[in-house]
């Protein structure tokens, strides 16, 4: 199964803990300022990423999900259902 590592980077405020608890040090802090203007994390390095999801469990704005991308596919087909029967 491939795995999908995604940051929502409008709920990131840049604290840095996902960065410093990295093993692989795939994570940096941008040097772009996001709409509440924090500058938020970002996989400067995503091929190194292992997905052990250490970043998701430190994340205190839970910014960072790691999903199975079957998981991926049926919650988007589950919305895709919802928005065409209402």
Same mark, same amino acid.
């Given at each position: 199964m491939?795995?999908i ?15 410093? $608890?990295? /093993?692989?040090h795939? @994570?940096? $802090?941008?040097?772009?300022? =996001?709409?509440k203007?924090?500058? %938020?994390?970002?996989q400067?390095? %995503? ?6 999801? @250490?970043?998701?469990?430190?994340? /205190?704005?839970?910014? $960072?999900?790691?999903t199975?991308a ?13 928005? =065409?029967?209402?």
């Open positions: 491939t795995y590592h995604k940051i929502d980077s409008d709920r990131c405020k840049g604290c840095g803990l996902c960065v410093t $608890i990295c /093993p692989k795939v @994570l940096e $802090i941008s040097e772009k300022v =996001n709409t203007g924090y500058f %938020p994390a970002f400067a390095r %995503p091929e190194d990423c292992i997905k052990c999801a @250490l970043c998701c469990s430190m994340c /205190p704005d839970v910014a $960072i999900t790691i199975g079957e998981d991926a596919d049926q919650t988007q087909q589950a919305a895709s259902t919802e928005d =065409n029967d209402g």
